[in-house]
């Protein structure tokens, strides 16, 4: 989707093309894969792929308890080598992004622990880890006001906004952005932005990113419904 | 609200679904009021005058008005009256510490078992199972086990648990075992004579006749978990044919 002009001064009122098409890698995902965490699940986008494990609510140290909300510690484990900085970013985002949406005032004095493993990274890393997140989460059947997911929209250099950039595509955009996007009223809960760009292509990027997270929450409920599909 | 509850029973619900009062088109000012009541159970919560669903899983119902989320879970929230298998971890005083999976340990008084007096205490020691149901438990104070009923019998609760083994199983298992017309209970009468405990925090306690017996129930309970009903009758007839 091309803007009509970049020196146009940005309006309150957004014009989206009403026939946009938003372009996502293909996705996968599978549900309850460990079978030591309370809940897991991997979700792959295109060639990047992710694994999550939850465990919780279970036994906090003393020192880490909060007396009327769950504590949430989110990891993120690199493929290769040790966590760094950019892991604990991303593990700022991911537990900024589950604190808004789980219902922790119902397990107080007690620890919930999200494990996130980069399985293959080929780009929108961040987006990937929410959708994962997000269903680990369901799985592990904690109680959520709401669901979310992740959207990495890239800017490229003659103003194109690609969703679901591959790695080479990140490498030549000039702003990347990742926006966490919730079920009920489809607002932004977590944006992660890197690059410049201006106010009014912030504000295509949200709303391609809202359009896009349609999508995935449609594949969500697929797949949901397919697990208890099952006659037990 | 009643109808529009009703009418997605069945269905699969994931969290952010919610359910809200339809605003009546005409008010009568002669007809008496109907007041709907809908008891909502585990999965669904009331926010302002909506019903939201905050766990995924199919939505049930119960005459007359109960409806609630059947989730698959693994780990274990506990609530007052379930009964659960617990293991002693301490003797701090007059109380055992248990632990029986949830995200603390509960407290037992030694006075809660059956014929206990100040003189005559329970022998219970650390590692012990106990089958005792909770008195207490929310989610601002800690949970308290008592191993007697309300008139002050055991009714079955208790220390347990010579020999036999202890194994985890997701608590769905568990419902579908204790539920009152169980296929999965009346498969495995057909089986071997077997003791079986069965706590609702997803720990079951099994002996039977001779190890290898044990082992094979714990397995094949450990694998009913993702089976349907005719996958498991056959693994049932198997074992049974080849049964030592």
Redesign the interface.
């Known amino acids: 989707m091309t803007p009509s002009a970049c020196d146009k001064p940005a309006f309150s009122t957004m014009e989206v093309c009403g026939s946009l098409t938003v372009s996502l890698r293909e996705f996968g995902c599978e549900q309850s894969l460990l079978s030591r965490p309370d809940g897991s699940a991997s979700f792959v986008q295109g060639d990047t792929s992710v694994m999550a494990g939850v465990y919780g609510p279970a036994e906090v140290k003393v020192s880490k308890e909060i007396y009327d909300r769950a504590t949430l510690e989110v990891l993120v484990q690199p493929k290769v080598g040790l966590p760094s900085v950019r892991e604990r970013s991303q593990e700022q985002c991911v537990r900024e992004t589950c604190e808004a949406s789980l219902l922790l005032t119902l397990h107080p004095r007690s620890s919930l622990t999200l494990i996130l493993q980069v399985l293959h990274d080929d780009g929108s890393l961040l987006s990937c880890s929410l959708n994962a997140a997000c269903m680990a989460l369901m799985d592990a059947g904690l109680p959520m006001s709401c669901l979310f997911c992740g959207v990495t929209c890239a800017i490229s250099t003659d103003g194109q906004i690609i969703t679901d950039p591959t790695a080479a595509q990140e490498k030549e955009s000039r702003a990347l952005m990742t926006f966490a996007i919730d079920s009920a009223k489809r607002s932004v809960l977590m944006s992660s932005t890197k690059g410049s760009f201006s106010v009014h292509e912030l504000q295509q990027c949200i709303a391609v990113s809202q359009k896009a997270s349609e999508k995935i929450f449609q594949f969500y409920r697929d797949s949901v419904k397919r697990r208890y599909s099952k006659s037990l | 609200m009643f109808s529009t509850v009703k009418e997605r029973v069945g269905e699969?619900l994931?969290?952010?679904d919610e359910f809200s009062f339809e605003a009546e088109e005409n008010i009568s000012l002669t007809a008496p009021v109907k007041s709907e009541k809908v008891v909502c159970g585990p999965?669904l919560?009331r926010c302002g005058g909506r019903l939201?669903v905050?766990?995924?899983?199919?939505l049930r119902h119960k005459e007359p008005n109960v409806f609630w989320i059947d989730?698959?879970?693994?780990?274990y929230?506990p609530a007052k009256g379930e009964s659960i298998i617990g293991i002693v971890t301490a003797k701090s005083g007059d109380i055992f510490k248990v632990d029986f999976g949830?995200?603390?340990q509960a407290s037992l008084s030694y006075l809660a078992f059956e014929g206990a007096t100040k003189r005559n205490r329970p022998n219970v020691q650390m590692g012990d199972l106990v089958f005792a149901q909770f008195l207490i438990a929310n989610?601002?104070m800690e949970p308290e086990l008592v191993c007697i009923d309300s008139s002050g019998r055991a009714n079955g609760m208790g220390v347990f648990g010579t020999g036999g083994l202890l194994f985890r199983v997701s608590l769905?298992l568990v419902r579908?075992l204790l539920a009152p017309q169980s296929n999965i209970r009346s498969d495995l009468e057909q089986l071997f004579p077997c003791e079986l405990v069965v706590g609702m925090n997803g720990r079951i306690w099994v002996k039977s006749a001779s190890v290898q017996q044990t082992l094979i129930i714990a397995n094949l309970l450990q694998s009913a978990e993702?089976?349907?009903?005719q996958q498991r009758q056959q693994l049932f007839r198997k074992v049974q044919q080849g049964a030592f």
């Open positions: 699969v994931l969290p952010g999965g919560r939201v905050c766990k995924s899983g199919v989730s698959q879970q693994r780990r929230v949830g995200s603390e989610k601002d769905g579908r993702t089976m349907t009903a």
